[in-house]
């Protein structure tokens, strides 16, 4: 993002920046693998040490995608980014999926991460015609590490942060119920988290060309902010609808239980979209301290929020990440209306019209995937067809302009075949 966020960034700073990050990648590796026998222990768990050293190779092989990643956004070339995203979440998604049908449950989140990471790597340098030269500058360094810096300890916090669940879990219940905890936010999460980072890699850029321009900045801003939700609104509420038959048809009968966690946790993470491009607008204006500063006020309220819950059962955790979000997006917010005329209540007047369209959709398709299909399958298939229909109609009727920007955009790339 430093690297974005900077004017005219040199081959210095790329071949700087690639070699940072695969030293900073490789050590917090190293911590981790060391650590990996002392995390079996704390759970009682001897397999976790393994499954531990496997998952934390993931550290070092995003590392070495970072500045390609970075010149693909500076050139604003989003399609080999989608291109590569794309086939890397479809077939470690989908080979995710077999492995968990065919028995081999963690290990199949595990081959998943993995996958998709590696796979990634290889678009990106396939893709990607760049070959970091031998020179290190301090000089580049330092520029990037003052802005990038703060952006890394608010990441650090944020994946502990993701993390502590997951701990909590895991020593608070019992294996199986953290199996079922890590199945249900890696499906919710995989949607949304995936979309909205797609979302906001490709705005950041854009956003960062007109960021002297206040104005149309935050029309900008609010008009992209409203098209990722019109995504990722329905979906995520979709899937709170067909939960059930979405459950037993990917990963069995079996899986049954994980269906009350799936459904709260889509409630939690459906506000992806909003919370990480508030956080990115800080970026945009150059005030990742302000980044830094909301993301120790939004984990200690985190912390609070799972101490109370924990006690009360897995279900209470998932509905305190609920809350959470709500406490993310107010923080987050509330730093960005000091650096815009942005507010709470336009943000949430920008969205709203999304949000209640999405959930009278859903409504429907609940009610009427259980009125006129039996199986599973059928009310999965038909629930997904009624529920596009149905949306597309609506969103047509009452004139959404997400609907008429999308409807141009595919008329501009047909009359371009």
Known sequence: MALIQKQNPTEKDFSTAFYFNIITGAIIYLVLFFSAKYIALFFEEPQLELIAKVVFLNIIISSFAVVRRAKLTIALNFKLQTIASLFTVIISGVGGVYLA?????????????????????????????????LSFSWESFRQLFMFGSKLLLAGIISSLYNQLYTIVVGKKFSTTNLGYYNRASSFAGWFSVNLSTIIDRALFPVLCSIKDDEEELEKKFLFYMRMASFFIFPLMLGIIALAEPIVVCLFREKWLPIVPLLRILCLAYMWNPVMLMNSNFLAVKGRTDMQLKGEFLKKIAAFVILFITFSFGLEVVCFGLIVYSFIDMYVTIRFVSKVSHLSLTNELKSIMPVFLLSVGVAIIIWGSTELLWSSYYGKLIGGIILGGITYAVFARIFSFVELQFLLKFVRLKIRKI
């Open 101 to 133: 049908y065919n028995g081999y449950n963690v290990w199949a989140l595990v081959f998943q991460t993995l996958v998709n990471n590696a796979l990634n790597i290889g678009c990106l340098w396939i893709l990607v015609k760049w070959v970091p030269i």
